[in-house]
């Protein structure tokens, strides 16, 4: 599976985003969908992931009631929809797959993005 994931830039506080992450190849295996973000000098972090049907979703607390994870299957793209963002959630962004529900570690997910980087300015 490829992913490819878009949509950061530079945004102020309060302001919101929407990355796109699109999948290509043995799509088969994009279960379950994630984002992670890492920032400078910290470990990667769980952000969101979605189940296939997209009725199962699963948010980091610090992002939870700001961000909302959803995919499009027939488009094989997964989105995260940024809102009210902080400073704090500056990081470059990856997208990645799983086979595993409910997935919200880096050793559940086999595939990875390239990353996409999100700046939000104070």
């Known amino acids: 599976v490829q992913l490819q994931a878009s949509g950061g830039g530079l945004v102020q506080a309060g302001g919101s985003l929407r990355l796109s992450c699109a999948a290509s190849?043995?799509?088969?295996?994009?279960?379950?969908m994630g984002w992670f973000r890492q920032a400078p000098g910290k470990e990667r972090e769980f952000v969101a992931s979605i189940y296939w049907s997209g009725e199962i979703t699963y948010y980091a607390d610090s992002v939870k009631g700001r961000f909302t994870i959803s995919r499009n299957n027939a488009k094989n793209t997964l989105y995260l929809r940024m809102n009210s963002l902080k400073p704090d959630d500056t990081a470059v962004y990856y997208c990645a797959t799983s086979l595993t529900i409910g997935a919200r570690t880096t050793d559940d997910y086999m595939y990875w993005g390239q990353g996409t980087q999100v700046t939000v300015s104070s």
């Open positions: 190849g043995r799509t088969e295996s994009t279960v379950t």
